[in-house]
């Protein structure tokens, strides 16, 4: 009787170490976000199942802001395809923000996009992973338009999916930026969700964007919507092409507005996969 419960017990630890690894694209309802995927179809992705650098083909690594901060006193130095800063291993990305001196700067991180090799117009993006913690983290899943057509920041846009300040433990927020709302001025629009697991668990970070508004999940309870006022692009630019951004920031005005905890580092920002998808 022993040996038969201990077969089953092995049987099940089996399927359900199976049932964890699998990334194959499921069909109909996406597990852990009770989204149904019928009218969606998949456009791009990255699994991460290899090792090395990020997938050329598919990601980028902004570094021109460095010498700036990026407009926000960020306190890391990006760099390019640096294994310490940006490695795939055991099936995920892993962003990597160190404490180094390196070009000036006393820490140094990643900011991987997919511009020119992943630019979408609507679509559904989905975004599975665990974040870094500690005072002086500023992680964030973003989009960026890829070819401003309304000018720059912000009257092109920004679509804020997911950003976490360690400062503030466990809150994430969801923002839009545009030239009628942006934190500049104070009238950015947001919305948040404590998330009491985000640094030990991977969550789904969604965005389904669509004409008359934009709507942003975790997992699957709904956090911010956005909507098209058709009032102008001041208010929507949201109708181009946009592209995804996944970094990792050290301090700034918001992420190191209480310090930043050195004690800390290394943090990484581990992400299991990128999902996009279009209606079909």
């Known amino acids: 009787m022993k040996k038969l419960l201990f077969l089953s017990f092995l049987s099940f630890i089996s399927l359900w170490g199976c049932a964890e690894d699998n990334k194959s694209e499921p069909s109909g309802v996406k597990p852990g976000t009770g989204t149904n995927l019928g009218e969606y179809q998949l456009v791009w992705s990255d699994e991460f199942n290899y090792s090395g650098l990020p997938d050329n083909k598919k ?23 640096r294994l310490k800063n940006s490695e795939v291993k055991d099936g995920n990305l892993y962003i990597n923000a160190i404490k180094e001196d390196f070009e000036g700067k006393k820490y140094t991180s990643a900011r991987l996009v997919t511009r020119s090799k992943g630019d979408w117009l609507y679509g ?43 400062y503030d433990p466990f809150v994430i927020l969801a923002s839009a930026h545009t030239q009628a709302y ?45 909507q098209n006022e058709k009032t102008g692009f001041q208010v929507w630019p949201f109708d181009k092409r946009f592209h995804l951004l996944l970094n990792v920031a050290v301090g700034g005005n918001w992420g190191g507005a209480k310090g930043i905890d050195d004690s800390i580092f290394p943090r990484s920002m581990v992400v299991d996969y990128v999902r996009v998808y279009q209606k079909k």
């Open 59 to 81: 990601w980028s690594y902004d570094t021109d802001g460095n010498a700036s901060g990026w407009g926000n006193n960020e306190a890391q130095f990006y760099t390019s395809a």
């Open 124 to 166: 559904k993006v989905e975004v599975r992973a665990k974040l870094p913690d500690g005072r002086g983290m500023w992680p964030a899943i973003w989009m960026l338009p890829t070819d401003w057509i309304y000018g720059g920041w912000p009257a092109s846009g920004e679509i804020d999916i997911m950003e976490n300040v360690g």
């Open 182 to 226: 942006n934190h500049v001025k104070g009238t950015q629009k947001s919305g948040k969700l404590t998330v009491n697991d985000c640094y030990t668990e991977f969550h789904n970070y969604i965005l389904e964007w669509e004409a008359n508004e934009y709507r942003v999940y975790i997992d699957d309870k709904l956090i911010f919507t956005f």
